[in-house]
Nanobody, 127 residues
Framework: QLQLVESGGGLVQPGGSLRLSCAASGITLDYYTIGWLRRAPGKEREGVSCISYSDARSYYIDSVKGRFTISRDIAKNTVYLQMNSLKPEDTAVYYC????????????????????WGQGTQVTVSS
């Protein structure tokens, strides 16, 4: 059974940076698509960035392009989301998710069922 554990959230001022980590256990991620999705207060959950673990192809929503970078460490079975130039509108609970049937597009566009979820980590951008 695949388990995902997020870490790295917190409170940061606008313009600051955070790095989120998603550590996987139970199964290696070789054939999975991994994504970071978020739910802001009063809003629907949305995909932020997704990565194909096998070849590192990635996808970003327009609002985070140029600011966020998704990456993976194969040896550590971990996916990261480096978030720079954070804005108040980035405030949300960020979830790590994994699926063997989703593509990076379908996962980040919430177009396919996602089987595995982490517990979420809060990111608050405020002065």
């Amino acid at each position: 059974q695949l388990q995902l554990v997020e870490s790295g959230g917190g409170l940061v001022q606008p313009g600051g940076s955070l790095r989120l980590s998603c550590a996987a256990s139970g199964i290696t991620l070789d054939y999975y698509t991994i994504g970071w999705l978020r739910r802001a207060p009063g809003k629907e959950r949305e995909g932020v960035s997704c990565i194909s673990y096998s070849d590192a192809r990635s996808y970003y929503i327009d609002s985070v392009k140029g600011r966020f970078t998704i990456s993976r460490d194969i040896a550590k079975n971990t996916v990261y989301l480096q978030m720079n130039s954070l804005k108040p509108e980035d405030t949300a609970v960020y979830y790590c998710a994994a699926s063997r049937i989703s593509t990076i597009d379908s996962m980040c566009n919430m177009a396919a069922p996602i089987r595995y979820w982490g517990q979420g980590t809060q990111v608050t951008v405020s002065s």
